[in-house]
């Protein structure tokens, strides 16, 4: 049986879902000292290069933002790049 009670919280968590969505999630932002000696990402274990992460230089793609004294960047929102 479901409670009233837990609809509103699985609606709440769909709402939070789309906000993530609509701005880009939050992803920890991978520097090139952090690579295993192959040179390969330490999140995804794909090639630096070539991997998907955020890197901490690309204040055009990506706004950053310190939390626990690690960084995190997300997408900016599509259309607004100054
Ligand atoms: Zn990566």
Not at 7 to 16: H, N
Not at 68 to 81: C, E, M
């Amino acid at each position: 049986m479901v409670t009233t009670a837990s609809r509103a919280i699985r609606r709440g968590a769909a709402q939070q879902q789309r906000i993530i969505t609509a701005h880009g999630a939050w992803r920890r932002v991978v520097f090139a000292a952090e690579c295993d000696p192959l040179g390969n990402c330490p999140v995804c274990g794909v090639d630096y290069a070539e991997c998907p992460c955020p890197g901490p230089t690309m204040e055009e793609e990506f706004e950053y933002r310190e939390m626990n004294g690690v960084l995190w960047a997300r997408a900016r929102p599509a259309g607004k790049q100054a």
